[in-house]
């Protein structure tokens, strides 16, 4: 309990006796209340008085006890201030006296009322001293400290008692400056970190000013995501942040600088009445995009949570240690922890009724059981159950959606490029050295500050170049000459663009490729490589926030502010906490930013994608789960790469035999490519010749002073698309006259982007070049990844492991756990089952991990074609797709019917969904067509396992799609449809079904534009940076809906287990977790893990993980204990 200065008897006598003051007050004698003041009373007071006139005659003549309100008017006369004393007055005894505002500011402390119990608190313009001076001379109970209070107002010393007392904080830094010379201080500022006092803090950090009233709180970016920063402010309006280009820290004040904590876009705040009660509502963090979210009146959303038993004992230390019995403070809840980062002392919740219940309920049992001894007045502690812990159901038949699992390739991107020269400058050499290149032998350099010392030395050679031809620079000029333009570009270093490489060759590079010449010296050399395009284009950001708004539509109805609307049925889960999402990316610029745009769109976010990349998106680089280091191919892609040259130099007409060596599986779209090429030398001869004839129009064009300086797409120029094909041109066809086929799919690149953005150049034989390309990168892009299935598998497992892993485990843990924010069923009015949780885990990555994922499934064994009717349809589908284009999603889904036995295999039900993304140029006569997305939700309920034929399902949905009342309008994104069979509302299946009239078979649930279904456009008006059309992308096909949870987590065993290669290399990765420096930082294994802490813990058998085959309990999901106890020795955890 928080205790009175010197404890409620003392000094008791002085003043009682002259209290002759009538019971509800209002400040001070009566000849000084005036109107004014009067209007100042609270209404608790007016109704108090009525209560009381009844019972005045018959009332014992014990004293009641006043409970003294001491604050600025704003607060006193605050809507949750009058609820709470309203109900207070309830208690028998208990009168409450509102100190008026005049009097506090400018009547001495002798002349303020009485009270025996002080509620008083600072804020903006009170007083502080002048309380202080009060108590000291009256002495009642103080419900919050006084004293302390001055320490809440400065966050240094904030931090300093929440580190006594044992509280975790983010990692900090106090940087105090001197008004006077604020020159004088501890901080160096570097590009992408600032060193405070000698502690370093990458970006992303946070800086606070020290004064907690300041609350301009500013968060910098790294470079990689973007840079610039987000300045947080008290809420004006609709806003509490804004983005803002600067990137440098404040010069001048003092600041705390710490971590910043990856919360996934939430804060959650703490309100304690005492130390055994606290309430907790999280809110959208202010960082995120800076737009407070109100509901229909206006008010902000919030939502109440439980807190951990972790978390109850933080608010009680919060709560003891400030001596503050009102306490509002804010917890981030990160990789599993809470980390309190703010007390802002008195503070009560806004509008809800049942916390003002509560609170005037333990306010009021306070004083009474402190004061009412001493007062005579007989009373005993209510004994009453404080929080009944109430167990929601989840109610209806209906399968339940319980998790959703999405493998997506990034978006539309500029073509990748790459530019590779021997160096042996000692300039090279001493930047090799200066970053640590000798410890592997293997550099990269990726900020923007190491880019600029590659740019200077390139510069300076030139220069020496230039006035002396004959001087001792061997680099070549025309390559250093590409060096310097390419990091020119855009005229900054933001990140996301370029990195070079250098690697160490001992006697120089060995053979001659097409660009270098004979002369070789001998000695030691560094192989440059530069690498830049390949990042994220306008028309690649809206294709991602257009499939994360109509990825919505796939989560189950909403109601409320919400019902009608399509996909909001997410929003809805999403902003009441019972949506469990997080989102990984690979390393790649490109990838992260798809991310953060496909957040946007599903999140219905707004603004800069900056903050969400860093909020929401976490970096996987836990080696291999998305990304593939490109340069440890395995032996047998090396060996499949050599086949597929040998077969492509063919200068005849492709044989029966070649289809057979180039196409075991008898794929149909491999097959009419190779019916389109013919004769691959002829083609590449073709191929050539269109490149050729595309570099002299460039040249003509910009021969001619018109489009010289021609703007193309994404501020790219006709020099830089000329040097593009130019390149190309010079490495397709070696010196000896053979092609490179390694080229082919660069082209098909090029040519792709081009013919889509660059369309308005009008240059000819451009869809001629695509269309051959095309035929040739259809062959050579999947058959990478393996010729015959055994191939396929075993390149695919390389590739693929770690993440089946974590796939596995994300189906298998939809048991909650305490870490995700859950809702607190008591408080959760207006929500209907506030026990669902959907968890949504979405990975989003390159063209190497969604070609191998797809291997796994098809190849893996997962089902037998022959004996399922609707896994070789799936087959068939697949293998007419000729490319994994930008956006190819994969999607699992997991339902659960709660009719079935927990135990039953009919309990969890997976079903596998695929789209293969955005549409091609031409590609609208020669598509597959699937068999439309047919998720379990909308089919009939009492479904056999095995649906035997299609025909029969596709009869059920159209007859389901007939009786809805009201008319389709193809307009609206996906119009709803109840369900007949759902009781409840919860779970409304949503999709978007074609017009019923053409009695189309499926439901589309994506904006398609199918022959099947009408065609609806993304949304106008998105336009923006001259972006030119944004290719629709096609909708989801269900590939099968009937499998158990039991069949996948097989499937996935015997996937992940079949290859020895494969788990070395799984346990090098998950080893490997501990060192990466992830934003999702992993704690290192001698510290017990909660199970909340880690998305779950593998333990390695006490055997190698390579012997053969493993009993399934290697992998176990974490329980609620901690996951250390009988784990021999090695303990890896994903970290959430």
């Known amino acids: 309990m928080t205790e009175p200065c010197d404890g409620p008897g003392a000094g008791e006598g002085q003043g009682r006796d002259q209290r002759d003051v009538p019971r509800f007050m209002l400040g001070c004698e009566d000849d000084e209340q005036d109107m004014g003041q009067m209007e100042t009373g609270m209404k608790s007071e007016m109704y108090r008085e009525e209560e009381m006139e009844d019972d005045e005659d018959e009332s014992p003549p014990e004293r009641q006890i006043v409970v003294g309100i001491c604050a600025m008017m704003k607060k006193s006369k605050s809507k949750p201030m009058t609820q709470i004393l309203e109900r207070l007055c309830k208690f028998d005894y208990i009168n409450v006296v509102i100190f008026p505002e005049e009097v506090i500011l400018e009547e001495p402390v002798e002349k303020w009322p009485l009270c025996d119990c002080l509620i008083s608190f600072h804020s903006k313009g009170f007083p502080l001293d002048k309380a202080v001076e009060y108590a000291k001379l009256r002495n009642p109970l103080l ?70 009233e300041d609350h301009n709180v500013y968060i910098y970016y790294p470079t990689s995501a973007g840079g610039g920063s987000q300045r947080l402010f008290r809420k004006i309006g609709s806003r ?144 009453e159950a404080e929080d009944i812990p109430i167990v929601p159901t989840t109610s209806g038949t209906m399968m339940e959606l319980r998790c959703v699992i999405a493998i997506i390739r990034h978006g539309d991107r500029t073509p990748k490029q790459k530019m590779k020269m021997e160096v042996r400058h000692p300039l090279f050499f001493e930047l090799f050295d200066k970053y640590g290149g000798y410890k592997s032998g293997k550099l990269k350099l990726k900020k923007p500050k190491q880019l600029q010392e590659v740019l200077d030395i390139a510069r ?48 120089g590079q060995p053979k001659a490729s097409s660009e270098e010449e004979d002369s070789k010296k001998d000695g030691p050399s560094l192989l440059l ?39 909001c049925g997410l929003l809805r889960l999403h902003s009441t906490y019972r949506h469990d999402l997080k989102i990984y990316a690979s390393d790649e610029g490109r990838v992260q930013m798809t991310a953060a745009a496909f957040a946007k769109g599903l999140l219905a976010l707004e603004g800069e994608l900056t903050p969400i990349l860093v909020q929401m998106v976490k970096s996987a680089n836990m080696n291999g789960l998305l990304d593939s280091d490109s340069d440890s191919l395995t032996d047998c892609q090396q060996k499949v790469k050599a086949r597929l040259h040998e077969i492509m130099q063919k200068d005849q007409e492709l044989t029966q035999d070649d289809y057979q060596k180039l196409a075991p599986t008898g794929s149909p779209s491999l097959v009419n490519s190779m019916k389109v090429i013919e004769n691959p030398v002829k083609t590449c001869d073709k191929v050539y010749g269109l490149i050729q004839s595309l570099t002299s129009q460039i040249r003509k064009r910009l021969e001619d002073p018109k489009s010289a300086d021609l703007q193309l797409y994404h501020s790219e120029t006709l020099e830089l698309m000329l040097q593009r094909w130019s390149k190309l041109e010079r490495d397709f066809r070696t010196k000896n006259g053979r092609y490179d086929i390694s080229k082919i799919p660069d082209i098909y690149d090029c040519i792709k982007y081009d013919s889509q953005h660059n369309a308005s150049l009008g240059l000819e034989d451009t869809l001629e070049l695509f269309r051959l390309s095309r035929a040739l990168a259809d062959i050579v892009i999947p058959q990478e990844y393996g010729i015959s299935k055994a191939e396929k598998l075993d390149i695919a497992q390389a590739y693929c492991v770690p993440l089946m892993k974590k796939i596995q485990l994300d189906l298998q843990r939809t048991h909650e756990d305490e870490a995700v924010n859950k809702l607190h069923p008591l408080y959760s009015r207006g929500v209907m089952s506030p026990g669902r949780h959907v968890r949504t885990r979405l990975y989003f990555t390159s063209e190497s991990h969604v070609h191998s994922l797809l291997s796994i499934f098809r190849y893996g064994g997962l ?35 709660n009719d079935k036995e927990p135990s039953s295999e009919e309990r969890f039900h997976v079903e596998l969904h695929f789209s293969p993304g955005v549409k091609g140029c031409e590609d609208e006569e020669n598509v597959p067509l699937g068999y439309g997305f047919r998720p379990a939700s909308s089919e009939n309920q009492d479904k056999k396992p095995n649906q035997g034929s299609l025909e029969d399902l596709s009869q059920d949905q159209v007859d389901q799609a007939l009786p809805v009342s009201e008319p389709i309008n193809i307009q609206r994104r996906s119009p709803m ?39 609806i456009k993304p949304a106008s008006g998105l336009g923006f940076e001259g972006c030119s059309m944004v290719p629709s992308i096609y909708p989801l096909e269900t590939l099968h809906n009937s499998l158990s949870l039991k ?16 788990h070395a290399k799984t346990m090098k990765a998950l080893s490997s977790l501990f060192d990466s420096q992830s934003q999702t930082s992993l704690y290192s294994p001698q510290q017990p893990l909660s199970s909340s802490g880690s998305e779950t813990s593998l333990r390695p058998p006490s055997q190698p993980l390579w012997h053969g085959s493993i009993p399934s309990s290697a992998v176990s999901s974490a329980g609620p204990s901690s996951p250390i106890t009988e784990s021999s020795g090695l303990n890896f955890s994903f970290s959430e």
């Open 529 to 567: 490589v530069l690498k830049w395009g390949g990042e994220l284009t306008p028309a690649g950001r809206v294709q991602a926030e257009e499939l994360g708004r109509a990825f919505r539509c796939m989560y189950p109805g909403g109601q409320g502010d919400y019902a009608g609307f399509p996909g």
């Open 460 to 507: 300076l050679l030139l220069v020496e170049l230039g006035q002396h031809t004959d001087c001792e620079i061997e680099e070549k000029k025309s390559k250093l000459e590409q060096l310097k333009t390419v990091l020119e570009m855009y005229g900054h270093f933001s990140g996301i663009n370029r990195k070079v490489q250098l690697t160490y060759l001992r006697n």
């Open 1047 to 1062: 069949q996948v987590d097989e499937f996935l065993n015997n996937v992940c287990e079949s290859s020895s290669e494969a």
């Open 863 to 897: 089902l037998d074609e022959e004996k399922d009717w609707q896994w070789k349809q799936a087959m068939d589908y697949l293998s007419a797709v000729s490319e994994l284009n930008y956006m190819t999603q994969i999607v699992i889904m997991l339902y659960e019917d």
């Open 143 to 212: 419900i919050n400290d006084l004293n302390m209070q001055y320490y809440i107002q400065d966050r240094r010393e904030v931090y300093r008692i929440l580190r006594e007392e044992g509280i975790d904080l983010p990692r900090y830094a106090v940087l105090n400056r001197d008004p006077d010379n604020p020159e004088e201080c501890n901080l160096v500022e570097g590009e992408d970190h600032v060193e405070v006092n000698g502690e370093v803090f990458p970006k992303p950090f946070v800086e606070k000013p020290v004064c907690a």
């Open 240 to 383: 509490s942040s804004v983005y803002s280009p600067e990137s440098s820290v404040r010069k001048t004040g003092s600041y705390i600088y710490e971590e910043f904590m990856p919360t996934d876009g939430t804060d959650v705040k703490v309100y304690t009445v005492g130390p055994d009660y606290a309430h907790a509502e999280a809110r959208k963090s202010p960082a995120l995009d800076g737009k407070v979210e109100r509901d229909s009146e206006g008010k902000e959303i919030r939502y109440p949570v439980m807190l951990t038993s972790m978390e109850k004992l933080v608010a009680r230390k919060v709560c003891l240690a400030f001596k503050q019995t009102v306490c509002g403070f804010d917890l981030l809840r990160a990789n599993g922890h809470s980390f309190v980062c703010d007390v802002n002392g008195f503070s009560f919740v806004k509008n809800s009724m049942k916390y003002y219940d509560d609170c005037a309920k333990v306010l009021g049992n306070m004083v009474m059981r402190e004061l009412a001894p001493q007062f005579h007045i007989p009373w005993s502690i209510p004994m």
């Open 977 to 1015: 449809i109840r369900n007949r069979k759902t009781g409840s509302m919860e779970v409304l299946s949503e999709t978007s079904p074609t017009q019923s009239s053409k009695g189309s078979t499926s439901h589309r649930l994506f904006p398609s534009c199918s022959r099947q279904s009408p065609e």
